[in-house]
């Protein structure tokens, strides 16, 4: 455990506040591809559709049935499964070990951020091939988006791809360090 408090390390604080503003995201709108629709209270099972209407997002409109055929996201449904039964606990176990300095989260964090990572760049690919047109003649149902969803969607999703590369290669590091430490101790026990 780190006596210094979580101000005070700023990246600790940068994944703090990340696994903090997904929580909401990643329940309200992403996961709702998963969720039984008449659970859901109208007001809260409006905002993928709030949100697809404005950014034409072709992963979140394409899982929940707004574009194309159902069959044709199933590799993304497979990416919410894995944020709703893996990345989710890591959240909330990840703001509890941060928020307490805790240095065993180090390779769950690691494990979260190289998996976050690698399954990002297929959706940067998705969006990057997503056709653009003119707000003019964007049809009903068509997957494209227009030259500024496209940089709303991008500014949106590639802060998701940074910061677990990020914490990737910064708990590899904290990793290395403390293994180093362990086996400088363990030989100068040794030495003994």
Same mark, same amino acid.
């Given at each position: 455990m780190t006596s210094k408090p979580l101000r005070s390390r700023p990246l600790d604080l940068l994944y703090f506040a990340f696994f903090a503003i997904h929580i909401p995201n990643t329940l309200l709108v992403d996961l709702q591809a998963l969720y039984p629709s008449h659970l859901l209270p109208g007001s809260i099972a409006n905002l993928?559709? &709030?949100?697809v209407n404005l950014s034409s997002d072709p992963l979140i409109g394409g899982a929940m049935g707004y574009f194309g055929l159902p069959d044709d996201y199933v590799w993304f449904k497979s990416f919410l499964l894995l944020e709703a039964f893996f990345q989710l606990p890591v959240f909330v176990l990840g703001l509890r070990g941060l928020w307490k300095g805790s240095r065993s989260i180090y390779l769950l964090l690691l494990i979260y951020g190289a998996s976050t990572t690698t399954t #990002?760049?297929?959706? %940067?690919?998705v969006l990057f091939s997503t056709p653009i047109t003119s707000a003019d003649t964007i049809a009903a149902k068509a997957v494209s988006?227009?030259?500024?969803?496209? #940089? &709303? %969607? &991008?500014?949106?999703? +590639?802060?998701? &791809? +940074? +910061?677990? #590369?990020?914490m990737t290669v910064d708990m590899a590091f904290r990793l290395h360090h403390l293994a180093q430490a362990a086996a400088a101790t363990e030989k100068q026990i040794k030495s003994r």
């Open positions: 993928p559709k &709030l949100y #990002l760049l297929p959706c %940067l690919a988006v227009t030259s500024e969803q496209r #940089l &709303l %969607l &991008l500014s949106s999703y +590639i802060p998701f &791809l +940074i +910061i677990p #590369l990020v």
